[in-house]
């Protein structure tokens, strides 16, 4: 109903629920986010958050894992493979702190820290892979240094940008323009996962050592991007988050647009109601805990 109910208000022409329209309606909300500069701004930022999400090299790393790890001296193929295993498995485990800290620490610290340590990470793989291109069965050590920091770069990704880049380019969003907001970011990330994936075979094969370095300066422009351009959006309410970029008022309207809705299917009516029950039953039990104490007050009196 919400969704309806903001169609009509913010584009009549194509409220009548055709198909048709429907499908004009997915191009005309889109479109109409570049029109108003703040608006524009959370386009800009939703994109280009996804967009350094992807150039971190992540699913460089998760896609082609077998063969940098091999071109990293594994040469075993069972090795190569459990250190592919290993890959998803700290990543997982990465995004625990995320989940559990993200609203304390705030979201860009966390993106800041985060692409800070990946940019490192891929640095010091191109060191390690530029020294021992051509030595590494007698420099073993040298590529498990580098496989270790494969490792910690899935690390860095897993408690920062894989989780918060997808918060912060939801949350920016008053209710009534955010799916349309979260589908052009999505549509950034997956044609950036696209580009990334199609070319990074390529990068391992010409530019070898290269392509670490390439990822690590493109990480590090996305913390520099963060710092410079990105608003902390911790603790937000959606009204603060519209005078921060510049739109106050459409978030106010989209919360009483939501209350009428709720008036008409009475469902403010039961929250208060039930709200007001518990405070009854709550009286009582007072009531009756004052009575019980001043009766057992008059029987130690006697």
């Known amino acids: 109903m919400f969704e309806k109910r903001s169609t009509a208000e913010h584009f009549p022409h194509l409220a009548d629920g055709s198909a048709s329209s429907t499908i004009k309606l997915q191009f005309v909300a889109a479109a109409s986010l570049f029109k108003s500069k703040p608006m524009f701004r959370r386009v800009m930022l939703a994109t280009l958050t996804m ?20 071109g990293l001296g594994q040469t075993s193929t069972t090795t190569s493979l459990l250190a592919t295993g290993v890959v998803g498995i700290v990543m997982w485990l990465a995004t625990i702190p995320a989940v559990m800290y993200v609203d304390k620490l705030g979201r860009k610290p966390i993106l800041i820290i985060g692409a800070i340590g990946m940019a490192l990470c891929h640095f010091i793989i191109a060191i390690l892979f530029a020294k021992n291109e051509n030595q590494w069965p007698t420099h073993k050590a040298a590529g498990w240094a ?23 380019i939801a949350e920016i969003w008053p209710i009534s323009q955010r799916p349309y907001g979260i589908a052009i970011g999505a549509s950034s990330n997956w044609m950036n996962n696209f580009i990334v994936g199609q070319v990074t075979p390529d990068m391992l094969r010409h530019l ?29 309410s959606l009204e603060e988050m519209d005078t921060l970029f510049g739109s106050a008022g459409v978030a106010a309207a989209d919360a009483e647009r939501m209350r009428e809705i709720n008036r008409e299917i009475g469902l403010e009516e039961m929250i208060h109601g039930s709200v007001a029950g518990q405070g009854g039953i709550h009286d009582e039990k007072i009531l009756e805990e004052k009575a019980a104490a001043a009766e057992h007050r008059d029987i130690d009196s006697e």
């Open 51 to 70: 967009f350094f999400q992807q150039w971190t090299g992540i699913n460089a790393v998760l896609y082609y894992a077998p063969k940098i790890f091999t």
């Open 146 to 168: 580098a496989v270790a920091m494969v490792w910690l770069f899935v690390v860095h990704f897993g408690y920062s940008w894989g989780p918060c880049a997808w918060i912060v």
């Open 208 to 236: 070898a050592y290269g392509t670490y370095i390439f990822f690590g300066v493109l990480t590090a422009m996305g913390a520099a991007f963060i710092y410079f351009f990105f608003p902390e959006t911790k603790g937000l």
